[in-house]
């Protein structure tokens, strides 16, 4: 768990640069970090892992207050990503991904299977990338491998700072849904800074929104979406909520709630499975690619059909019962 208790950074010279932040991120919990440019979002991760000098308040990590402990060793225990992925550009993939259980002394064979592991988690063949340096890589791929080096040790919590900000969209929109399993399968505590309301609604359990150091909204993606705690926060969101909070939904939840129209072996139509997003399924249907869908189970099974009416009638129901504070 991460904790922030009354947090304040003022830098040499003056600025302010995060006022009283108060949040918690629990354990296993998948929270992002979101505001504009000079918000303050960099910095409350560096005072994490102690890279910057808490000014006011304390953060506490696990029990401990991170003033409190030992920065080498509290580091090892925290995955750190940032934009630029970091990787030393003279070391093989393998020696970067390695840096950290290297240090730890861990032996050849288990640094080894931990490599394959890893880079088959991130979706490259270990032994066609294991020789190769950071310039022989693809952008992408240079930031998954900064991924895997920050889980290599498998630290409990990650720190990630813009991971595929610099990456273009089509690549980043990959990136974050291939991240998303992968956390499936990892289950770290991580906070996760975006600039990107998209990116943050997708992808976090929670979001908390930050202006000028001060925490606007810390609360769950559907509440920053439907009741925004402030004018800021309204427009920071922007105008086309309902599309937006259609990432947060998927078939399965649709079919739980509005009967389908029955399906016939004569009707031409795509399949979509239960757990394709909305979001997906309103582009399929609204770029014409197909009128109707069929949803089918994991089996296969033909469940019924799917069209822009039943999703509408989903969304305004959902929009409308989300309660208001
Ligand atoms: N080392 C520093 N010294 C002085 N001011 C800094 C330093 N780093 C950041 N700042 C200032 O602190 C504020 C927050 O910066 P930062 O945390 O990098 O924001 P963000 O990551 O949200 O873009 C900005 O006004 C920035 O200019
Ligand atoms: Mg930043």
Not at 29 to 52: A, D, W, Y
Not at 249 to 272: C, F, G, I, R, T
Not at 298 to 315: A, H, I, P
């Amino acid at each position: 768990m991460i904790e922030f208790k009354n947090v304040s950074k003022v830098y040499n010279g003056g600025v302010k640069a995060i006022d009283n932040v108060n949040f918690k991120v629990e354990n296993g919990e998948f929270v992002i970090l979101i505001g504009p440019s000079g918000c303050g979002k960099t910095t409350l991760l560096r005072m994490v892992n102690q890279l910057e000098d808490i000014s006011e308040g304390d953060i506490i990590l696990n029990n401990t207050s991170v003033k409190q402990s030992n920065k080498i060793e509290m580091r090892r225990k925290i995955g750190y990503v940032i934009q630029s992925n970091g990787l030393f550009p003279n070391m093989t993939i393998e020696k970067n991904v390695m840096i950290v259980p290297d240090l730890l002394g861990w032996d050849r064979k288990k640094q080894q299977d931990r490599f394959n592991y890893l880079m088959e988690l991130i979706g490259l063949h270990p032994d066609e990338y294991r020789k190769r340096y950071p310039h022989e890589l693809s952008g992408g791929q240079q930031q998954r491998v900064g991924v895997a080096r920050a889980l290599a040790a498998d630290p409990p919590v990650m720190l990630m700072d813009e991971p595929f900000g610099a990456l273009d969209p089509i690549i980043r929109t990959k990136l974050q849904e291939e991240f998303l399993q992968i956390q499936k399968e990892v289950n770290k505590t991580i906070l996760f800074v975006s600039h990107d309301i998209d990116e943050a609604v997708k992808m976090g359990d929670k979001v908390a929104l930050l202006r000028g150091g001060k925490m606007m909204q810390y609360d769950y993606p559907s509440e920053i979406l439907h009741h925004p705690a402030n004018d800021f926060v309204s427009e920071f969101v922007g105008q086309d909520r309902v599309l937006k909070s259609t990432s947060l939904y998927s078939v399965k939840d649709l079919v739980d709630e509005v009967s389908l129209d029955s399906y016939h072996e004569a009707d031409s139509a795509q399949p979509v499975n239960e757990d394709t997003s909305l979001r997906i399924v309103i582009s399929k249907l609204l770029n014409q690619e197909a009128d109707q869908l069929v949803v089918e189970d994991k089996q296969g099974n033909k469940k019924g059909k799917l069209t822009l009416e039943l999703v509408e009638k989903f969304l305004h129901k959902e929009v409308k019962e989300t309660p208001n504070r």
